[in-house]
């Protein structure tokens, strides 16, 4: 059984900082590329960063020089930091991995895993 836990949403005033954090847990051989999403109500669940396993990330063009994506491949862990949050990064954000992990003591299988979201609310 593999488990994404996320945690750090919360509600921050505009210019604010919020720090996402998401642990991978479970039966895991490696995890491949890991990032962050987000929907908004109404809208599609859009990527917002990404981060491969030797550390080379991907932004959308909306949180660059804002937001920063990085892991602890030790800890199976991926953070996003995220500054000068303004109103429409209001979102549920979502964890995602790509990880390869045992379904049997011989048996191994990749497939893609999602945390459950957590809220981020820019208001003042």
């Known amino acids: 059984q593999v488990q994404l836990v996320e945690s750090g949403g919360g509600l921050v005033q505009p210019g604010g900082s919020l720090r996402l954090s998401c642990a991978a847990s479970g039966n895991i051989v490696s995890i491949n590329d890991m990032g962050w999403y987000r929907q908004a109500p109404g809208k599609q669940r859009d990527l917002v960063a990404a981060i491969t396993s030797g550390g080379t990330t991907n932004y959308a063009d909306s949180v660059k020089g804002r937001f920063t994506i990085s892991r602890d491949n030790a800890k199976n862990t991926v953070y996003l930091q995220m500054n000068s949050l303004q109103p429409e990064d209001t979102a549920v954000y979502y964890c995602?991995?790509?990880?390869?992990?045992?379904?049997?003591?011989?048996?191994?299988?990749?497939?893609?895993?999602w945390g459950q979201g957590t809220q981020v609310t820019v208001s003042s």
């Open positions: 995602n991995a790509n990880l390869r992990y045992y379904t049997s003591p011989y048996t191994a299988r990749r497939d893609d895993f």
